[in-house]
């Protein structure tokens, strides 16, 4: 008698746990409609400008991008870029600088400051001003 209440105890447990894991699965399966809500609320924007020399204008764009991503993600999405140091620096936007030309660089000022970072260790927040100047090495 008592082996078969074990047995019945045993199988109404593992049917409850059963269908609390069935509620769970639902429960999942509705969180990454609320991500992708978050996602399209989370696409921020931010100005950047280039230039030659610090007067010649080339472009300036509003660019989106979603909270948390790194200045370089941005630039990737919206820009074609030549890499140096391991893929940390950008030396080339669009077609102008390398790595092979070490007389020019890409200085970096983000509302106005220079950016002590790479643009892979920066991270973006709405309505951040980025100019990127072209630059000779003096």
Do not use: R
């Not at 074990?6 to 894991?21: N, S």
């Not at 509620?23 to 809500?37: F, I, K, V």
């Not at 950016?115 to 892979?120: E, I, K």
């Amino acid at each position: 008698m008592k082996k078969i209440f074990m047995t019945l105890f045993t199988v109404i447990i593992l049917l409850i746990g059963g269908c609390a894991q069935t509620n769970n699965d639902t429960n999942n399966n509705a969180t990454p409609s609320n991500e992708q809500t978050d996602n399209e609320q989370g696409q921020l924007t931010t100005s950047i400008k280039l230039s030659k020399e610090g007067d010649e204008v080339i472009s300036e764009n509003t660019v989106e991008f979603e909270d948390g991503e790194s200045l370089m993600d941005a630039m990737e999405q919206n820009y074609d870029l030549t890499t140096g140091f391991g893929g940390d620096f950008i030396v080339g936007i669009n077609g102008l600088g390398s790595e092979e030309e070490s007389d020019h660089y890409w200085n970096i000022k983000v509302n106005g400051e220079d950016l002590m970072v790479g643009a892979s260790d920066y991270v973006l927040e709405e309505n951040d001003e980025v100019h990127f100047s072209y630059t000779k090495v003096e």
